[in-house]
């Protein structure tokens, strides 16, 4: 190379050389997102109402702002608007089981937590929901494996079904360990007996047919049956599970001078995970829990499975608070009389209202695991046979 060459180069370098000095040095903005990612470190997040995305439910909570509407034009503060995520149904391709929700424990964090005073959004270009707002309470059982509607029989043992039309839909989640079941194509049902060296029995199933008590991401070795002959599969408690509890239908939404409604959130709505119009999932902390609730994506010390829908031994209805209606027991119940009684009751009277018993609930949520599963090890070792 002549030495005319050698000058053509370096003043073609030189300028090169000097702007990626400049913006690495941050003297001057780079124009490559590339370089330093979608937004830049320390680089405040400016949210409005026309970056949430459409058809989607969205939680707003800023301890900053009283108002909406302020932060509907833009906001600053990060985290205001969270969106509701859709997470891993079970119904989708059996329309006919008991719905299961399911998140990993890598995204179970992305639930949002709706507090009294905040917001529940609905965004649209098309849709108000002017025919009712459906709603759907899930149970909260914490972690488990990937299998949900564990059906029990007469004899204490439990089993998943491989129908002709589903399949193993609704019972396993695909995006789990407990996948590898799925090879049983040809079995009608598996029969799960031990968990580690614990048998699996009526103390270690939720009322959503979820295995009760495991540590999260824990690994256990589980002995699952086709007909009579086992097979054990190792499987990881890396599934957060939540299960129907009951559902209800409310009507009330505001408009707010922007691109979204507000959805009116219920004064008798109790703690607990909701799925709304089968689009968005988030969990609602009462002001009676605020100060108990640990702030994580799972809390044992708070009861999110406490029923507000009340019927009787004998399944008929006796209290629903989206309709407002009373039996003639609940309330005999409730106010220490029966309907068009003359007989005063505390109410009546001015006087502290004697405490009754409470109706019989038809789920019976229980955080009392037995002894046995207590003494599991954090590894999951001492399972194995």
Same mark, same amino acid.
């Given at each position: 190379?002549?030495?005319?060459?050698?000058?053509?180069?370096?003043?073609?370098?030189?300028?090169?050389?000097?702007?990626?000095?400049?913006?690495? $040095?941050? #003297?001057? /903005?780079?124009?490559?997102?590339?370089?330093?990612? !979608?937004? &830049?470190?320390?680089? +405040?997040?400016? @949210?409005?109402?026309?970056?949430?995305?459409?058809?989607?439910?969205?939680?707003?909570?800023?301890?900053?702002?009283?108002?909406?509407?302020?932060?509907?034009?833009?906001?600053?503060?990060?985290?205001?608007?969270?969106?509701?995520?859709?997470?891993?149904?079970?119904?989708?391709?059996?329309?006919?089981?008991?719905?299961?929700?399911?998140?990993?424990?890598?995204?179970?964090?992305?639930?949002?937590?709706?507090?009294?005073?905040?917001?529940?959004?609905?965004?649209?270009?098309?849709?108000?929901?002017?025919?009712?707002?459906?709603?759907?309470?899930?149970?909260?059982?914490?972690?488990?494996?990937?299998?949900?509607?564990?059906?029990?029989?007469?004899?204490?043992?439990?089993?998943?079904?491989?129908?002709?039309?589903?399949?193993?839909? $609704?019972? #396993?989640? /695909?995006?789990?360990?407990?996948?590898?079941?799925? !090879?049983? &194509?040809?079995?009608? +049902?598996?029969? @799960?007996?031990?968990?580690?060296?614990?048998?699996?029995?009526?103390?270690?199933?939720?009322?959503?047919?979820?295995?009760?008590?495991?540590?999260?991401?824990?690994?256990?070795?589980?002995?699952?049956?086709?007909?009579?002959?086992?097979?054990?599969?190792?499987?990881?408690?890396?599934?957060?599970?939540?299960?129907?509890?009951?559902?209800?239908?409310?009507?009330?939404?505001?408009?707010?001078?922007?691109?979204?409604?507000?959805?009116?959130?219920?004064?008798?709505?109790?703690?607990?995970?909701?799925?709304?119009?089968?689009?968005?999932?988030?969990?609602?902390?009462?002001?009676?829990?605020?100060?108990?609730?640990?702030?994580?994506?799972?809390?044992?010390?708070?009861?999110?499975?406490?029923?507000?829908?009340?019927?009787?031994?004998? $399944?008929?209805?006796?209290?629903?608070?989206?309709?407002?209606?009373?039996?003639?027991?609940?309330?005999?119940?409730?106010?220490?009389?029966?309907?068009?009684?003359?007989?005063?009751?505390?109410?009546?009277?001015?006087?502290?209202?004697?405490?009754?018993?409470?109706?019989?609930?038809?789920?019976?949520?229980?955080?009392?695991?037995?002894?046995?599963?207590?003494?599991?090890?954090?590894?999951?070792?001492?399972?194995?046979?």
């Amino acid at each position: 190379m002549g030495k005319r060459g050698l000058i053509i180069i370096c003043a073609v370098a030189l300028p090169v050389i000097v702007f990626f000095a400049l913006i690495f $040095g941050g #003297i001057i /903005p780079s124009p490559f997102k590339t370089l330093e990612g !979608e937004q &830049a470190e320390g680089e +405040e997040e400016i @949210i409005s109402i026309d970056d949430l995305q459409n058809n989607c439910y969205y939680v707003w909570h800023n301890d900053k702002q009283p108002d909406i509407k302020n932060d509907l034009r833009g906001t600053t503060q990060k985290g205001v608007f969270k969106l509701c995520p859709a997470g891993l149904t079970n119904w989708k391709d059996n329309e006919n089981i008991r719905h299961i929700i399911w998140f990993d424990t890598r995204n179970d964090s992305d639930i949002p937590t709706l507090y009294a005073g905040d917001g529940l959004i609905y965004i649209s270009g098309t849709n108000v929901p002017y025919e009712g707002i459906e709603w759907e309470r899930f149970a909260d059982y914490g972690y488990t494996i990937g299998a949900a509607n564990l059906e029990g029989d007469q004899s204490g043992h439990y089993r998943i079904i491989n129908s002709a039309e589903d399949g193993y839909a $609704g019972y #396993i989640n /695909p995006e789990s360990d407990a996948a590898q079941l799925m !090879e049983f &194509a040809n079995a009608s +049902e598996l029969f @799960i007996d031990k968990i580690g060296s614990v048998r699996v029995r009526d103390d270690f199933v939720s009322d959503g047919g979820t295995l009760l008590g495991l540590d999260k991401d824990t690994k256990y070795v589980c002995e699952w049956y086709m007909g009579t002959y086992y097979q054990d599969f190792e499987m990881a408690a890396d599934t957060h599970a939540f299960c129907h509890l009951e559902k209800f239908t409310t009507y009330q939404y505001e408009f707010l001078h922007s691109n979204c409604i507000s959805i009116t959130i219920p004064e008798w709505l109790k703690t607990g995970y909701y799925y709304v119009s089968g689009l968005g999932f988030f969990r609602y902390v009462s002001k009676d829990d605020v100060y108990k609730y640990n702030g994580k994506a799972y809390d044992a010390g708070i009861d999110w499975n406490d029923p507000m829908i009340l019927y009787d031994e004998n $399944g008929s209805l006796e209290y629903d608070p989206s309709t407002g209606f009373e039996s003639d027991v609940y309330k005999e119940r409730k106010y220490g009389r029966k309907e068009g009684s003359q007989t005063a009751s505390a109410a009546d009277t001015g006087e502290n209202e004697v405490e009754n018993n409470q109706p019989v609930y038809v789920q019976d949520e229980s955080d009392d695991y037995p002894e046995e599963m207590e003494n599991m090890s954090d590894s999951g070792a001492e399972m194995y046979e």
